[in-house]
């Protein structure tokens, strides 16, 4: 472990500068730079910035660092995983180097899966993998940070509305040393949640 520039403990570390990173300070300061943990800088400080699939210098071309922090050529990625039959399982889209998921869930958020998404919002093959019509990916104005909202969509089957109309306006939980009174409401917004 260590610290980022902007001060956040982390235990990435860019192989190239020989300093720690954030996930944040990989994408403003570090866009072409490798990236992995301290301990495996430790195991082996010897790096090839070359690119896993076309070998070549990751200085050349644009590229797209994955959430498994492996670094592509987009062209590259796009080019393999166009090459795949169309019925192909979400797992068969995988990292050339380490066999992860090349699209991240629908319920990361950092930075990196946001820009992996945003990267490959319109490739044919990746449309099957993004988030559903449901979920939305918002730009802020005036803002380079992309936030990730999905839209959820709450089901209430008739024992939860029945349950919902019987409680009553407060709740009393526990033994007569540890009583806590629940307002109905957050039991309302709890039960909403199921």
């Known amino acids: ?24 300070c990989i994408l403003s300061d570090h866009p072409r730079c490798i990236v ?64 992860l998921a090349i699209m991240p869930t629908e319920n990361a958020r950092s930075p990196i899966a946001e820009l992996v998404r945003l990267t490959f919002r319109d490739a044919k093959w990746a449309q099957q993998l993004l988030p559903s019509r449901k979920s939305s990916l918002v730009m802020t104005a005036g803002d380079s940070k992309l936030d990730y909202f999905p839209t959820p969509t709450p089901v209430l089957n008739d024992k939860v509305q029945q349950r919902m109309s019987t409680i009553d306006s407060d709740l009393t939980v526990g033994s007569p040393r540890t009583q806590i009174s629940i307002p109905a409401s957050a039991i309302d917004t709890f039960d909403r949640m199921l």
């Open 36 to 99: 992995r943990s301290y301990l495996q800088w430790l195991q082996d400080s010897d790096y090839d910035p070359v690119c896993g699939i076309c070998l070549r210098q990751l200085d050349q071309g644009e590229l797209v660092r994955l959430c498994c922090l492996d670094l592509f050529h987009i062209e590259c990625l796009n080019e393999r995983c166009s090459t795949l039959p169309e019925h192909t399982a979400p797992a068969g889209y995988a990292c050339p180097a380490c066999n």
């Open 1 to 24: 472990m260590g610290l980022c520039k902007c001060r956040q403990v982390t235990n990435l570390f860019c192989f190239e500068h020989r300093k720690n990173v954030c996930e944040k």
